[in-house]
């Protein structure tokens, strides 16, 4: 029997007893969600290709696992994987670090800050990483004598060979540095301008000096939009440090490439290089969710990790009046 | 101090000397204050005295130049020309062979810390809880102990009826129970004057109440402040002066029975038709 859903539906026309929608006695109806079998499609056909991948793989002789096992956790690589997690951290702290220095000059009053500090943004993000890393490894044939004093006068404190006191290490550091400090000034800006402007003015109005304002007030809430890109630079920056390689930083590319140079076995060798980057970046989306959560405290719908999740379910938020 | 003693009361600042105490000074004086963004003159000659212990609500059209005036007086806004004093001394500048010289930014901010300030949008700090922002102040600038910032905290949260928010983040509180945390933020610093800028004028209706109750519980502790609002209610009942701004000057001014009731200008008889 079927349903009618017109005016004249108690009135049955066949004489058997009338069923009316939402009244006692009425048939259940019950919904039918609309079948997609193109997604059964697509997930086959995706589902096949990656273990054919996956397949051809680890069937593959070339890949040679026992030298991937022989060299994972060898001397060699883990003094490199030492360097590259040392560079990346130093590297992004003169990020970080110059970062705020230059942002703040470029949002300074001062003329001569701006120009300055847009040049430096402009120089360093505007050429090749690669440029810069081996223009400071031969800084030495730039400048081969390196000379500390006041400028413009006779007054010397300090002078050496430029090529003793930039080894490359200290060259991969200045170069990684310089450039992610741009990137740096460039994000930090944006989250400084962010903050709306009342609560520079409730601050200094609480009688808080521009400083203070600063680091209290302002830097604290830019944190929050400063943090999910600066997560994505210090991965980037991981990767990045293999381009030290160039100038032979002792990193774990580079400390790889020397191995292959030697053994030929370039396939098993990058698949080591591969694994522990791997689990570097892995590794480096852990304090980035906990620190997005620490800087979203306060913010409705904001992110939070694990631990804030179970920090607030047991404070009961009290709901929006 | 004039001032009755209260949780309120001012504590008496290194430059309230005893000539400024009790000779009748009047804690807000300005004299032809003028000011410009750009072209456009915003304020034109204002003059407007504030007693110690009264309250003035300023009145008037959006674009008067009301805002402008009470930003002035903590120095948010910088004034072109003209005198303005707290307390007897001149807001933001110091007055040197005849012209304002501006304070550096730390003496600007010494300043402020004895002018309390409300906001139209709170600007609660977000990422701080109520107890938190009241403290901030107090122990970053004062440089009052935790424990006796946050006493003095909680003992105000009590006095806005909030007591229960302490650790509520700004979020989780609705408008007028912002407004009033803010409130007690700005008097956390023992303001000696409070200025209130539109104070209830993003809130939902049926909060309004509640922050006005605040201000009026303000006032009768003997609280010199300056309000801009729309709340002619408010200013009838409260206010012992009440000035009509338009066009970057006050047209009239007086106690609020003259001005509200029977206002002497065209102007003012014309804006109060229209709010009323």
Redesign the interface.
């Known amino acids: 029997m079927s349903v009618h859903l017109s005016e004249s539906t108690s009135e049955t026309r066949d004489g058997g007893p009338a069923a009316v929608p939402g009244q006692p006695g009425a048939p259940v109806l019950e919904a039918v969600p609309v079948r997609h079998p193109g997604r059964w499609v697509a997930g086959a056909l995706v589902g096949v290709v990656t273990l054919s991948v996956v397949v051809s793989l680890a069937k593959n002789e070339n890949l040679d696992w026992p030298t991937v096992w022989h060299y994972l956790l060898s001397d060699l690589v883990l003094s490199g994987l030492w360097t590259t997690i040392w560079l990346t951290a130093a590297a992004m702290a003169v990020g970080l670090v110059g970062g705020v220095v230059v942002a703040v000059m470029r949002l300074s009053p001062n003329p001569v800050l701006r120009v300055v500090s847009g040049a430096f943004v402009w120089v360093f993000r505007g050429t090749p990483v690669l440029v810069q890393l081996i223009f400071w490894g031969f800084l030495g044939a730039f400048y081969p004598t390196t000379t500390i004093g006041i400028p413009f006068t006779d007054v010397v404190f300090f002078e050496g060979s430029t090529s003793d006191l930039v080894p490359a290490t200290v060259a991969a550091l200045l170069a990684l540095g310089l450039n992610e400090m741009a990137y740096a000034s460039e994000i930090i800006r944006a989250g400084i301008q962010s903050v709306d402007a009342g609560q520079t003015e409730a601050a200094h109005s609480l009688g808080m000096t521009p400083g203070r304002t600063m680091r209290r007030i302002v830097l604290p809430q830019a944190m929050r939009v400063i943090i999910p890109p600066m997560g994505n630079e210090t991965i980037t920056m991981l990767k990045t440090t293999a381009l030290v390689s160039v100038i032979s930083g002792h990193d774990l590319m580079s400390n790889i490439q020397a191995a292959y140079a030697q053994n030929f076995k370039v396939i098993p060798l990058l698949v080591v290089a591969s694994i522990w980057y791997l689990a570097l970046t892995t590794l480096l989306s852990v304090p980035q969710s906990w620190l997005e959560a620490r800087y979203g405290r306060g913010v409705a719908g904001a992110r939070q990790g694990a631990f804030a999740r179970l920090v607030a379910s047991r404070q009961p938020k009290e709901p929006i009046a | 101090m004039t001032t009755t003693s209260t949780t309120y009361a001012v504590q008496p600042g290194p430059d309230a000397g005893a000539d400024a105490a009790g000779s009748g000074l009047p804690m807000v004086r300005a004299e032809q204050v003028c000011k410009r963004f750009g072209q456009n003159e915003v304020l034109t000659g204002i003059d407007l005295e504030v007693g110690r212990g009264e309250v003035a609500v300023l009145l008037g059209p959006s674009g008067s130049g009301k805002s402008t005036f009470l930003r002035c007086i ?1 120095h ?1 806004e910088k004034i072109d020309s003209g005198r303005l004093t707290v307390d007897g001394d001149p807001v933001g500048y110091v007055e040197r062979g005849g012209r304002l010289h501006e304070l550096r ?2 003496e600007v ?5 004895e ?3 409300v ?1 139209q ?1 709170f ?7 109520a107890l938190e922002n009241i403290v ?2 107090p122990t ?2 004062r440089r009052e102990s935790r424990r006796d910032a946050e006493e003095h905290a909680r003992a105000l949260l009590e006095r806005v009826g909030l007591a229960d ?1 302490a ?8 408008g ?2 912002q407004q009033r945390v ?1 409130i007690a ?2 008097l956390a ?1 023992r303001p000696k004057l409070m200025l209130f800028d539109e104070p209830t004028s993003a809130l939902d209706p049926e ?1 309004v109440g509640d922050v006005l109750d605040a201000m009026r519980d303000l006032a009768a502790d003997g609280m010199t402040m300056v309000v801009v609002t729309h709340e002619i209610g408010f200013a009838r009942e409260v206010a012992d002066l009440v000035a009509f701004m338009d066009g970057g000057v006050i047209v009239e001014s007086g106690a609020p029975d003259q001005v509200l009731v029977d206002p002497r200008h065209e102007r003012t008889r014309a804006f109060l038709s229209k709010v009323l």
């Open positions: 903590n948010l930014e730390k901010a010494a300043r402020r810390t002018i309390g300030m906001f949008r600007n609660l700090f977000p990422h701080m809880t901030e102040a970053q600038v928010k650790k509520a983040y700004p979020s989780a509180l609705s007028g129970q803010a933020r700005a610093m909060l």
